[in-house]
Nanobody, 124 residues
Framework: QVELVESGGGLVQAGGSLRLSCAAS????????MGWFRQAPGKEREFVAA????????AYADSVKGRFTISRDNAKNTVYLQMNSLKPEDTAVYYC?????????????????WGQGTQVTVSS
């Protein structure tokens, strides 16, 4: 069992930056890939970024590539999402998740552990 708790969301102006953190419980953290998803009002949950268990592989949605960076610190059981050059269309609830396997995957249905989400609002 893995419990995930996100933090770092908030209100920021367009062009600004935020760093989200996701603290995970459990001794198997480094064995699991991690991902970030987001869901805007009235829209489906969408993939943002993912990282493999040891951090050697990453993947990004085209909409955030070059602006967002996913990273992890296995010693701290924490995964991060650095978000730069934020746009109003990045406004959403951001969720941390894990598929419970070491290899990164990108579909929400492949993830079994989810955090409660943190709101990110980007004003124009």
């Amino acid at each position: 069992q893995v419990e995930l708790v996100e933090s770092g969301g908030g209100l920021v102006q367009a062009g600004g930056s935020l760093r989200l953190s996701c603290a995970a419980s459990g001794r198997t953290f480094s064995s699991y890939a991690m991902g970030w998803f987001r869901q805007a009002p009235g829209k489906e949950r969408e993939f943002v970024a993912a990282i493999s268990g040891r951090g050697g592989s990453t993947a990004y949605a085209d909409s955030v590539k070059g602006r967002f960076t996913i990273s992890r610190d296995n010693a701290k059981n924490t995964v991060y999402l650095q978000m730069n050059s934020l746009k109003p269309e990045d406004t959403a609830v951001y969720y941390c998740a894990s598929p419970g396997i070491v290899f990164l995957v990108t579909r929400p249905t492949q993830y079994v552990y989810w955090g409660q989400g943190t709101q990110v609002t980007v004003s124009s």
